[in-house]
Structure formats: C-alpha cells, structure tokens
C-alpha cells in the first residue's frame, strides 16, 4: 500500500466568514485545505481557516522547521484574509513559497503585501521572520514527486484551479468558478471553455468545488463567479470524479440547507445512474485517499 495523501479543511465558507451555532456542523471560516500528499504539504488559500492550521503546524512541528507550499487561487478577501494569523509563518528556521498567477494590473507579490499594508494591519509581511517566496505561476510545476497543474476558472478577475498528481492519484481545488455555459448559454465558446475544465478534473480521485448556490440563488447571482450546485455535479459526473467535495459554502446557507444540498446532489448522480462519492465539506474533515 503506497502512503496515503490526506486532505484536511480549515476552512470551507466562502465569501465571508460565517461563525455561530447555525453553522458549526460545515463551518464558518473561509477556505483553507491541507493536503499532505508525497512528504509535501501543500495549502490550499489563506482563508481564516489557516489560523487554526497554523496552529496545528506549530504544534506538530514542536521547534522543527516547517516548510510548505501555498497556493493561493486568488486574492479575493476570503481566500487571503487568514494569511496575517497564520503564526508558522512568523517563526524563523519555517520556509513557505506563495503561489498564484499575475494580477489583473499588478504582480502577485505586489497584491499580496497589500493585505498588511498598514492601513489594513499592524505588522507589514516583511516583518514575518519565516522566509517567504513568490511564485507567479506560469506553467507546470513539480515538489518531490507531485506534480502541480493549474487552469483559470470562470470568476471575475484572475483565478487558478490547481490540480496535484503524485503516484497514480489525483486532487483538483476549483473554487470561485462558474460553468460557462450557465452563464453565457451553449455557445461555442462556453462548450469549449467548459471542456476544458472538464478535462481539467478527469478521473480525479477527489475534486473540490465551488457549489456555493442553489436554483434560487443563481436567478439573483448569475454572473458572480460561482456554481450552482446541479452544475457541480454534472461537471463531477462527466470528468469522472470519483469523490466530489462541495465546497465554498455560501454565509446565508445554515446547516440544515447545506444538509439538504448534500442529499439532493446524491439523489442527482443516483437518478443519472452515477456512482459518485459526493459530499459537503465539513471544517475539520479529514479524507483519505
Ligand atoms: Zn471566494
Ligand atoms: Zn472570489
């Protein structure tokens, strides 16, 4: 049996953090995932949830050096905001590489140091005595044997999937991203874009998903860069997705809803005659693979 990769979620609101007893069976910080995978730990967002991971890391680590990978898909408050709190990255001796795609008008590096600009944050991110690198993604990458690719999604300014390959296995975040072809209807371009997300997440072992909306949602949102969950599981079942993680929950959806989410996405691969895994992401799940 080859080493197992684990993925564990920090973090799985989208939007803003959503804390408070109608949401604490998902969770109410914004995304983080962990996943250990080939003696490479890699991070998925700075969102609040990497407070908590941060921790964990520290505690793990009792005076070791940490070193890690973080990819950040992109800079939108929710997917950043947790990065200040994260106390590994204070502690000399610990090494991270920051990585995401250029800016929209300005480099990843340059965006990124604003978050703790001081009209945001006491402390500038110089201050922080870990050694932190920027990596501005502009193709494929390799840690050890993983194998990192990346795409960009459907979401207003620059966003990156990213999808980790190491020994016959496979992990794809997509959040903060919209199906073409809800958007713009089947047109040839919204086809072609949506085929290549799919090809994307092919025969992934675990995909995790921007689902954040329901039917009703999407009448007032179209166009807001996220998926309604039915898409979700459609682009799931047509790349083959083994476990599909519904992710990026939304603030207003309280734990009943997301519970009801769930099933109903189960009910629509059980219907279509897919044998799917399909699940909500709860803060502090663990999945194996
Ligand atoms: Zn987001
Ligand atoms: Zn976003």
Redesign the pocket.
């Known amino acids: 049996m080859s080493d197992p990769i684990k993925v564990r979620f920090w973090g799985t609101r989208g939007s803003i953090p959503a804390p408070g007893p109608k949401t604490q069976g998902f969770g109410g910080n914004t995304p983080c995932v962990e996943i250990s995978m080939g003696g490479q730990l890699l991070i998925c967002d700075a969102g609040t949830g990497i407070r908590e991971l941060g921790t964990h890391l520290a505690k793990q680590a009792s005076g070791r050096p940490v070193q890690g990978e973080i990819f950040i898909t992109?800079t939108?408050w929710?997917?950043i905001q947790g990065f200040p709190f994260f106390m590994p990255a204070y502690m000399p001796g610990n090494k991270f590489r920051i990585h995401s795609a250029h800016g929209v008008a300005r480099s990843f590096e340059k965006i990124f140091r604003g978050l703790m600009d001081p009209a945001y944050f006491p402390v500038a991110l110089g201050d922080m005595a870990s050694k932190l690198d920027f990596v501005e993604i502009t193709g494929p990458l390799a840690y050890g044997d993983v194998k990192v690719q990346t795409t960009f999604s459907n979401?207003p300014g620059v966003?990156l999937a990213y999808r980790f390959d190491y020994d016959h296995r496979s992990v794809v975040y997509l959040t903060?991203h919209e199906t073409y072809q809800t958007m713009h209807q089947p047109t040839d371009f919204a086809v072609k874009q949506d085929r290549l997300i799919m090809e994307f997440c092919k025969d992934a072992d675990v995909l995790i998903c921007d689902a954040q909306y329901t039917d009703e949602d999407y009448r007032i949102k179209k166009g807001w860069?996220h998926s309604r969950y039915r898409d979700t599981v459609a682009l799931g079942m047509t790349a083959g997705v083994k476990r599909l993680v519904l992710f990026h929950h939304d603030p207003w959806h309280e734990d009943a809803l997301l519970e009801k989410i769930e099933a109903e996405s189960r009910d629509l691969i059980k219907q279509a005659g897919g044998k799917m895994e399909c699940l909500a992401a709860r803060e502090g799940q663990i999945l194996e693979i």
């Open positions: 992109h939108h929710d997917h979401h966003n903060d860069g």
